[in-house]
Structures are given as C-alpha cells and as structure tokens.
C-alpha cells in the first residue's frame, strides 16, 4: 500500500511495508486514513539527517496510536536507514511508537534496532519535494522557520497508482 502526503510544499508518496511491519503500518495507515494528520507540522527539520511530523496541530510534541497508547517496535535486520527518502517511527525510546514518524534525508545507520523503518519515499517528484523541504532554514531548536505542514492525505491501495 502506499500514501500520499499532500503538503505545502508539494507532494510526497510513501510505500508503507504492510507485510513486513504490520502492527506499525496498520497504525500509520488508520491514522492516515482518519484525517489524524491533516494540519499536522513539520516541526523538526535537521538538514542531512531528517524531518520529523506527525503530532496532532494541538499537540506539537504530542501524538498517540490508534490504541490510544504506545505499542512495540518491530525493527527488521533488512529494512534499515539505509537511503534518503527512509520513513520510520519517531520514539523516545523502546515500545514508545505513536503517531509521530520522521523522513530521512540520508543514511541514518545509528538508528538500526532503535527505530521501526515502515516506508520509503516514493519517485523524483517525491525526492524533490524532500529536496524543498531540506532547504528550508531552521532556528536553533531544529525547527523549520518557515511553517511546513501536511495538509491532506491519499491512501492508495496500489503503491504505484496515481
């Protein structure tokens, strides 16, 4: 399956690997599905690491699961941080996953067996809509100064439909 994250910058398909991370990809995908992401920020953006979404607009560092609590990691030797365009779990910690999710913009290798990896990024068009979103200049904190935001979400059940 795949989603598409319509953002103010431009859009951004992701392959959820349902088969490989099913508990993880059963609660992006209903979150998605719900609406629970559309107006969600962008709201930390480290350039040559990632950007990190997926908190409510109420709750800018907040976020849960659709069991309304934290469940498991299901990291996977073969799906790592491997490449730009990576799209794994935010957590502080182990079995702390909720809602919120990041996208690589390189390798991350140091996140291997700490953070569940569910998706990749999906064609050019994608990548260079990653590409603005790097380029956005950030304060202090790591957080964009210009607002990034999801506004709207499409799950396509074919990952390659349009």
Not at 37 to 52: C, D
Not at 105 to 121: I, R
Not at 126 to 155: F, H
Request: hydrophobic share 40%; with cysteine; glycine share 8%.
């Amino acid at each position: 399956m795949s989603v598409t994250l319509h953002t103010s910058l431009g859009d951004i398909k992701v392959e959820v690997f349902c088969e490989s991370v099913p508990r993880t990809a059963e609660n992006f995908l209903a979150l998605c599905a719900s609406g629970y992401y559309e107006g969600s920020l962008f709201h930390r953006l480290v350039p040559g690491f990632m950007i990190q979404t997926g908190a409510p607009p109420l709750q800018p560092k907040g976020g849960s699961s659709i069991w309304q609590e934290p469940f498991e990691d299901e990291i996977r030797p073969a799906l790592r941080h491997n490449a730009r365009g990576i799209v794994s779990m935010a957590n502080k910690g182990p079995a702390t996953n909720g809602s919120q999710f990041f996208i690589c913009f390189d390798k991350a290798p140091h996140l291997d067996g700490m953070n569940t990896v569910f998706g990749h990024v999906l064609g050019d068009d994608s990548l260079a809509v990653l590409e603005r979103m790097e380029a956005v200049e950030v304060d202090k904190k790591s957080r964009p100064k210009e607002p990034i935001k999801i506004e709207q979400v499409t799950v396509h059940a074919n990952p390659l439909a349009g």
